[in-house]
């Protein structure tokens, strides 16, 4: 049985843990090792989490497979365009990708953008990411490309769009 709920603050350790047990079977032919710790140690600490989650900076929710968290997505409004909502994370455990889970929570925030009235959604994936693909086989198209700081580091991403 699959759910999709709200994460609480309770649940910011199990998303660092998805989070790291997905970034390093999809990122290490794509980002060296040491850019791949310092992401993570920037971005995937529970204190970080729970603080987007208790301020509200970014909504989590969480798949459960059996009632075992197995993936997450976390959006909200762009900083720059509060009538754009993007699609900050989405990540499935290792195990059960291939399953429909991915689409799952796509299709979640898509439903939570439709209800707040916002018709654009927008997300970055970096270029050399295969999930680029899954993104267009659900609608996203290419918007621009973008190089991003992070410490010592780029992001060299995609930025894709999907209209509702």
């Given at each position: 049985m699959?759910?999709?709920?709200?994460?609480?603050?309770?649940?910011?350790?199990?998303?660092?843990?998805?989070?790291?047990?997905?970034?390093?079977?999809?990122?290490?032919?794509?980002?060296?090792?040491?850019?791949?710790?310092?992401?993570?140690?920037?971005?995937?600490?529970?204190?970080?989490?729970?603080?987007?989650?208790?301020?509200?900076?970014?909504?989590?929710?969480?798949?459960?497979?059996?009632g075992?968290?197995?993936?997450?997505?976390?959006?909200?409004?762009?900083?720059?365009?509060?009538?754009?909502?993007?699609?900050?994370?989405?990540?499935?455990?290792?195990?059960?990708?291939?399953?429909?889970?991915?689409?799952?929570?796509?299709?979640?925030?898509?439903?939570?953008?439709r209800?707040?009235?916002?018709?654009?959604?927008?997300?970055?994936?970096?270029?050399?990411?295969?999930?680029?693909?899954?993104?267009?086989?659900?609608?996203?198209?290419?918007?621009?490309?973008?190089?991003?700081?992070?410490?010592?580091?780029?992001?060299?991403?995609?930025?894709?769009?999907k209209?509702?």
């Amino acid at each position: 049985m699959l759910n999709i709920r709200p994460a609480t603050l309770a649940d910011a350790d199990i998303i660092v843990k998805i989070a790291h047990q997905t970034w390093w079977p999809t990122y290490r032919s794509i980002l060296s090792t040491e850019q791949i710790t310092y992401m993570l140690d920037a971005m995937y600490v529970s204190d970080k989490v729970a603080h987007q989650i208790a301020e509200g900076e970014q909504t989590y929710i969480l798949l459960e497979e059996e009632g075992t968290p197995v993936a997450f997505a976390s959006y909200g409004p762009r900083n720059d365009d509060k009538n754009v909502i993007k699609l900050h994370k989405l990540y499935c455990h290792p195990t059960t990708q291939g399953k429909g889970y991915g689409r799952k929570l796509v299709d979640a925030v898509v439903e939570a953008t439709r209800q707040v009235g916002i018709k654009t959604l927008d997300l970055n994936v970096n270029r050399n990411n295969k999930a680029k693909d899954f993104y267009q086989k659900l609608g996203f198209t290419l918007l621009r490309d973008e190089d991003i700081p992070i410490g010592p580091y780029w992001m060299n991403d995609h930025v894709m769009r999907k209209e509702l």
